[in-house]
């Protein structure tokens, strides 16, 4: 019980790393790229198995992004199709036994929401606008630099603890749902709340490809930052 | 749990390094199959749209020389029967004018056979006078007869002619 959503601390070259989570991400990332290589070797004009269910979920972002972003978005549907793929893989891996996600700790969902909100979201800006992109941080006019200065930390913040908690407490409630009953009776709401968990991590992982889809999207259509 | 630590930066580079070896190896290659197909789809309905089009265009341009051709047809079936039923009609009257001059010819040719016969004829029957002539003149040397002859004619004359001529 004590053990639920605790890491053991390792120590390496003087910074502190969660062992378990790293492991647990390279697990994720060697099954993320086992399914690609799947779905992208021998690839056909006709897809079958691996690469027509990848092409169903990267047509689905790819609706999305031409909504909201336009024809230009094209380009950018390889960053949320790796996301979401991750996102489900990491959240799925918690329901197996003696398995942990990589998402119930927040130094993933952090790093995670940091990336999209940050590093990509003003990459692209800088990349379609130039230098003149952070313009709009002082629109309409110079002192609302600060609410958008908070909006800037409030997004990967907002992302990174809805993920997390949602993993985690899904996490949390099998093992308390296993120890709460007899071993006779706690299969039958232990099976129910699994089943409910695979549904979470998809649509966590959903919101949250979505949500970076929304921050990136006024970037990404370029001179048009109003959101 | 909620102590945020270095694996944050790890976390962060692992994300980066697992996008790029994405769409390098994986969804690059996918998506670009995925793009070719759409274009190729889009591709394919705009030309078949085009092509019915066209085909549409094409019928249409067909049934206009079809009928077109039929019209012509039955123009020159009409012509060719209009000339024929004239052509039968002049032939006819050039028969016909063919047979009124035969006719006006046998006619004339009668008409002059006739005339010649009748010259003929004329001619024999002068020549037969003549020898009827000749042949009673021939007898009139019969210096009997002649007398008698010339007394029946100066009787005649006597009696007929003369009158009171007194001999």
């Not at chain 1, 800037?152 to 709460?180: D, M, Q, Y």
């Amino acid at each position: 019980m004590e053990k639920i959503g605790h890491r053991e601390v390792v120590e390496f070259a003087g910074y502190l790393l969660n062992e378990e989570t790293l492991i647990m991400n390279y697990i994720t990332m060697a099954i993320v790229i086992l399914i690609a290589i799947l779905a992208s070797r021998n690839l056909k004009e006709v897809p079958t198995g691996w690469q027509n269910a990848i092409e169903a979920i990267a047509e689905v972002w790819e609706e999305k992004i031409h909504t909201m972003i336009g024809p230009t978005g094209r380009s950018l549907t390889h960053i949320f199709l790796s996301l979401f793929v991750y996102l489900v893989i990491a959240n799925w891996l918690g329901l197996f036994p003696a398995m942990e996600s990589p998402t119930n700790d927040l130094n993933t969902t952090l790093g995670l929401a940091l990336t999209m909100s940050c590093f990509i979201h003003h990459g692209i800006g800088v990349a379609r606008s130039g230098i003149g992109y952070f313009k709009h941080f002082l629109e309409p006019f110079a002192p609302f630099i600060i609410i958008h200065i908070i909006e800037e930390l409030a997004r990967p913040a907002s992302l990174a603890f809805r993920l997390f908690g949602n993993i985690l407490a899904g996490e949390v409630l099998i093992i308390i749902i296993l120890n709460l009953a007899p071993w006779y009776a706690n299969w039958a709401p232990h099976v129910v709340w699994v089943i409910f968990s695979l549904a979470v991590g998809v649509i966590q992982a959903y919101i949250f490809t979505t949500l970076s889809l929304v921050y990136i999207a006024p970037a990404a259509k370029g001179h048009d930052h109003e959101e | 749990m909620v102590d945020v630590n270095s694996t944050l930066f790890i976390q962060i580079i692992n994300f980066l390094v697992l996008l790029l070896v994405l769409k390098k190896f994986a969804w690059g290659p996918l998506l670009q199959v995925l793009h070719d197909r759409t274009d190729k789809i889009a591709n394919n309905i705009r030309q078949a749209d085009e092509d019915r089009a066209q085909a549409a265009e094409m019928k249409k341009e067909y049934e206009q020389k079809l009928s077109d051709a039929r019209k012509r047809a039955q123009e020159i079936t009409d012509s060719a029967t209009q000339r024929s039923e004239a052509e039968h009609r002049a032939r006819v009257e050039e028969t016909q004018q063919e047979i009124e001059q035969m006719k006006a010819a046998a006619k004339a040719q009668l008409q002059a056979e006739r005339e010649e016969a009748a010259k003929k004829m004329k001619g024999q029957m002068v020549a037969l006078s003549l020898a009827a002539a000749t042949k009673l003149m021939a007898r009139n040397m019969d210096d009997a007869a002649n007398e008698a002859l010339v007394g029946d004619f100066i009787d005649s004359l006597s009696k007929e002619k003369l009158g009171d001529l007194s001999c």
